[in-house]
């Protein structure tokens, strides 16, 4: 008798944190984006195709499909750090190579080379070239995500990716070395009285 | 002429990690003085000998992490580690106990977790409770007091020579009180708990202690939030129950001046890096260290705590110190959680 | 404020924390202001504030007068910049401006004439003549910004909405850092002016009450501000000396017990924080109409024999002031700009002295020591005891050490205001505000590129968007064109049987051929050796689909009844400019081999002769068939011979491309085979009719297997380069 109400008591209860716990998993619900606009906004957007994937967004329908989430390689590490906890999957390496240092770069067509074949618009995956057929073409320095994708199909080779210089604005300390370095760098200044 | 380019600010105060490990150091010679004499040599022995073993351990490890050994070396952290350690020991300890407690707690407890800065535990503390479990016969062979043998009889101990040891060896105040509690008539006739004012010889170690330790509070090497609420949680603890069963329970001032009461509110508990941090932090932190100290001694089963009430806080702190964060300026409440 | 409340004692309110450096102000307060001195040339940058750079008004070899307008405000929060004497302009350009970073940004560089030959002034000795907005303006076209600190710009903050009150006006004369005494000797001497300035402030903002503060440790500039500001009713309070008291926040909650919000402004609760030096050049401003083109400068640090406060001109050069205090040449030293807590290193002597630069210190390091090694945090706290933002020091150390930004944000780093308080008393020597500076950059960088990436997302789907249309636009129109034609022809539809025979088979062949491509493709992926075999098979096959295309071709053009399609001709002509691509591409090539002097420039003029004639048989053919087209009629399933043509012609080509990058990879390793895959690469070119891939890629890329990026994966596990090199 006493161990049917022990039995009875913990069913009760059991049933009781059920409801307790499904009518607050309800209730508190967090109404996220769709899993496909979390993924896509931790993509960084290169649109570069490294991924097998003709851009991000279609990536993270791959991704959200079952895909690999390492397949990004001007994402690198923290991406795929951040999908892992986006989606609670482990930490895989990078397939592929990784983007060679974290240096940013952007496209730079020497213009006087510039034939104007269109060939680069075409391939610019986020319209960063402007310029028409027969006219010497540009790129938007600002818009371009560095992809790359435009250099080869040029067929005069006139696409530099070049590395951008700081700016005032973009300028940051560096960390420092950490425990057992000093802190310091030396100007040598030869004009100083 | 050349230039130096560093990050503001462009000049530093007096504190250094060195000066502080040293200060401690020399907060400790009033203690070990008074060891040395009611016990003998052993002490001495003990602490020269941690410290050859703490140095020697921390450069093996360090030269297996690949990091400088000289400049990781030179912050005295491993030399104060070893002296605590040294410190909390039996005088009558051989070799072998020291070095297992030191490398215990040097190899094990602090370089393993990443050196100094990274370990959860107290290191000294870790190698104390080590050995008290491994070898609770050797760990708890105290001598009485006043009965210091000869420097031949300590090294000769040291050495492991078992110099029918068993005959020398007394109970402390804390054991014999551990023994007796309840028994009012066997009580009084314990020699050992009736000191001058507390448990006899230990009352003076403990002042001894405390004389150092508000010596690093002068110097501001420690602040007062530690010590003053482990101790007052100890004697706040010990004084109702004193007060209605004295036959059973000891009396506050005892508490205070027994085993490692002072040593360890002054020297263990302060450890910065197991601690608390923030100063609300460390009073709540130092103040469970005393009630923990105060339930074990009287109800536990070993005679004294503080080593096992300071690794269940050291367990604590990261606790203690999430729900403990100041608020901000311009912030109306503390941030929780860990973010990101 | 209540006439109870002002009457009562005030209570003294504290901020968290803050450390009592050593003052080090003795050095240079002892002497009265001198003039700076006259530089040759004046380096003006335009970022002197907090803002949009200012935009030049003037042209390289203008002259302009002391006090002329050189730059103007290019946007509401930006200032313009005044000539501080006269002279010629020599230089817009970018040169060394005071910056930590030591990188260069655009400045106005004026050769002083030595004549100092003012513009006209326009005074204004009756300030509260002029309606509030009027002041307003002037203040901004006197280009003042914030002398204390950052450097921001004045007018925005005495501009405040019409319902705003403010309580209090509080003058920020504390001064905490270390070594400095640039207001302490303003105040001393120049206290009236001073308070001239404070009483236009005043009349702009109307604070219930006026609060000067000043540390205790200035007692003669206390006692000249309090002989100044007697019957005023401006009220000089002063503070205990404490770093970093002079902080913006830090200061508001000493004076009046609040706090300002977090990633607020002072004037929310009421309150407006000016600089007294910006009062000073306030007054200088409005009551005498003088730009702010100067400002009071300590030069300290025993690297100067003469230390002490200058009035220097915007625009000197630190090395002018150097030379004007006499500093000595130690060895070793550091060159601070501002303060030595929260001051920065300069890098280049010739950076200018500009509108925020309230001390140089010259120090040699046996003042200002090398920093020692950092050394492991023991978590001793001392840093969070002294935070004034009562922040947690050690716990943002840790995450920005770890990289964890987020959690570094979380626990408020961008409350922290640099102040170096945890910096100093740090025993370990952690230079723990280079690592909150750095997280903070860090934290920028990822918003501007958080940023970035949101404006390539839009674009990018606008643009795929944009194409799809197209693409739509596109297929609607040939459906209607084809709509049409099946219209008019429908009788005569169906090809003759020996014909659809005849592509039967030339599909059949290119099939088999692709196959065999395929099949080779991976047998020298693999590094089978019978790869090369297989390749001989797929010319085999492809010889035979060429000559089944060929007698399909004779076949259209004999039967009168066969309809040849009307895309027949793009696709001809398509073909025949790819061709002529090709030769181009081919002719461009056999350049750049003949200027890198490299070997095969003869079987690239082969190659490049062959394409030619290609080139010109296609043009004969789309003659041809342009010539018979009007007398046949189209048919739309005969777009098949000339796609698959055409597929073919891509097909051979992507395997002469595979080739010649197998051959490259394998020259980079050095691998033997070389040879043979030249050799490989020879036979597959004259398949090819677009050899523009002889132009040299600039990035091999090992994971393009296939040198077109329609299926993108990247490279598959197994291929690496050095096995493609082997297995080639
Ligand atoms: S690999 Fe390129 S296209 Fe693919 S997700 Fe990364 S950035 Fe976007
Ligand atoms: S310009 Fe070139 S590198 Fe830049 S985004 Fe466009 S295709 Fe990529
Ligand atoms: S002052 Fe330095 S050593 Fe102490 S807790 Fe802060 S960072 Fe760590
Ligand atoms: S620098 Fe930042 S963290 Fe350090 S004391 Fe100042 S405000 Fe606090």
Redesign the pocket.
Known sequence: MTILIAVLALLALAVVFGALLGFASEKFRVEGDPIVDQIDALLPQ???GQCGHPGCRPYAEAIAEGEDHNRCPPGGEQTIQDLSDLLGREVLPLDGEADSADVK???FIREAECIGCTK?IQ???????VGAARQMHT??AD?????????EPCPVDC?D?IEVPPTLTTWGWSRPDGVGKTPERLINVVNLR | MNLISVTSPHTTGPSRTQRVMAQVLLATLPGLAVLCGLFGWGSLINVVWACAAALACEAAVLRLRGKPVGFHLADGSALVTAVLLALAIPPTAPWWLTLVGVGFAIIFAKQLYGGLGMNPFNPAMAGYVLLLISFPVDMTRWLPPFEAPDLATSLQLFLGRDHGIDALTGATPLDSLRTWAGDAAALAAQPALHGTFAGLGWEWVNLAFLAGGLWLLWRRVITWHIPAALLGALALCALPFWLHDSARFASPLFHLFSGAAMFGAFFIATDPVSAATSRTGRLIYAALIGVLIWVIRSFGGYPDAMAFAVLLLNLAAPTIDYYTQPRSYGHSKPKRGIGG | MSLLSRLLPRRRFDFHGGIHPPERKALSNGTPIRPGPMPAQLILPLTMHIGAPARPLVQVGDRVLKGEKIAEASGPVSVPVHAPSSGVISAIEPRPIQHPSGLDAPCIVLDTDGEDRWTALHPHPDFRAIPRPELLALIREAGIAGLGGAGFPTAIKLNLRDNQRIEQLILNAVECEPYITADDRLMRERAPALIRGIEILRYLVQPAETIVAIEDNKPEAIAAMRAAAEGTGIRIMTVPTKYPSGGEKQLIRLVTGKEVRSGGIPAEIGVVCQNIGTAYAVERAVVHGEPLIRRITTLTGEAFTQPGNVETLIGTPVQALLEAGGVTQPHRGRLIMGGPMMGFSIDHPMSPVVKTSNCIIAAPLTELPEPAPEQSCIRCGACADVCPAELLPQQLYWYSKAGEFDRARHYNLLDCIECGACSYVCPSNIPLVQYYRYAKAELRKQAAEHQKADR?RERFEARTARIEKEKAEKEARRQARLAANRVKQAPDAAAPPAQADLKKAVNDASAAYKTAVKAAKEAEASGADNAVALRAEAERLKAHADALKANLRDAKAAGPAAPAHDDGLPALKKAVADASAAYKAAVKAMKDVEAGGDGDIDALRADTERLKAEADRLKAALRDAKAAAPAVVAAPVQEDPVAALKKAVADASSAYKAAVKAAKEAEASGDGDLDALRAEAERLKPTGSKPNCVTPRRRPRPHHHQPHRQPPRLRPPAMTRSKNATSA
């Open positions: 290169t649109q570069c770069k952007v496209a680069c391939a610019c995956p986020v319209d960063a070239i790129v938007i818009e371009c995500t560095g992809c790359d994708l435009c250099v696409i990716m | 390539a």
